[in-house]
């Protein structure tokens, strides 16, 4: 079974800082990797989206890579702003069309 | 279009009664999850469905949970007698399955509690 882990659980970064935030997984037969946002008491949103061909995505100030044969995905955020606190996720889609989340990194961008 | 659209958006229940909860997902999607979300275990899938198919059901925890998708643009879950264990937030999420490598989708969840 697919096992995701997302380090940290939690962050608390300055305003401006960049960031990382990381996810890993143990089967490396995935056919992509998503990223998403969640905001308190909401639904997910999606941020990006990761072929298993792919090595990194990006829009905006985010940046998304993915090592496959390692199992590691890392999302960049690029100057934090407050607007930015949330928890993300990952999660990968295997071939089954099955997906898995990471338990989430909550994120606190303090102005 | 609206996205994936659940109902309700807040649920409160007393143990032993009966809670339907219900998706729409995005028109043209024939991939449809049901998730919950919980403080100790995170998102779990339950169930998903291929053209209203049933795939997968493993993540289904017990029998007093069922799941159903009559057809494309509509599907419930069904929770019943409930257990104050059962109190989450509970998402539904869609994709299309042609193409293997598209974004889910996700409804803004239904909090059920049960009290």
């Known amino acids: 079974k697919q096992e995701v882990t997302q380090i940290p659980a939690a962050l608390s970064v300055p305003e401006g800082e960049n960031l990382v935030l990381n996810c890993s997984f143990t089967?490396?037969?995935?056919?992509?990797l998503q990223w998403f946002r969640q905001d308190p008491g909401k639904g997910l949103t999606s941020l990006l989206l990761i072929q298993s061909s792919q090595r990194e995505q990006t829009s905006g100030r985010l940046n998304a890579s993915l090592d496959k044969s390692s199992g590691r995905s890392t999302l960049y955020i690029a100057a934090s702003q407050p607007g930015d606190s949330a928890t993300y996720l990952c999660a990968v889609k295997t071939i089954f069309n099955k997906f898995y989340f990471g338990s989430g990194t909550k994120l606190n961008v303090k102005p | 279009d609206a996205g994936v659209i659940q109902s309700p958006r807040h649920e409160v229940t007393e143990m032993g009664q009966e809670v339907t909860l219900r998706c729409k997902p995005i028109?043209?999607?024939?991939?449809l999850f049901w998730y919950r979300q919980t403080m100790m275990r995170g998102l779990e899938l339950l169930i998903y469905?291929?053209?209203?198919?049933?795939?997968?059901d493993s993540g289904m925890p017990e029998d007093r949970f069922s799941a159903k998708m009559p057809n494309a643009s509509f599907s419930t879950l069904k929770i019943q007698p409930s257990e104050p264990r059962d109190s989450a937030v509970y998402f539904c999420a869609s994709r299309s399955y042609r193409e293997m490598n598209t974004e889910a989708f996700f409804g803004q969840g239904t909090r059920l509690t049960v009290v």
């Open positions: 028109s043209g999607h024939n991939s």
């Open positions: 469905f291929n053209n209203n198919v049933p795939i997968d």
């Open positions: 089967d490396s037969a995935i056919y992509n």
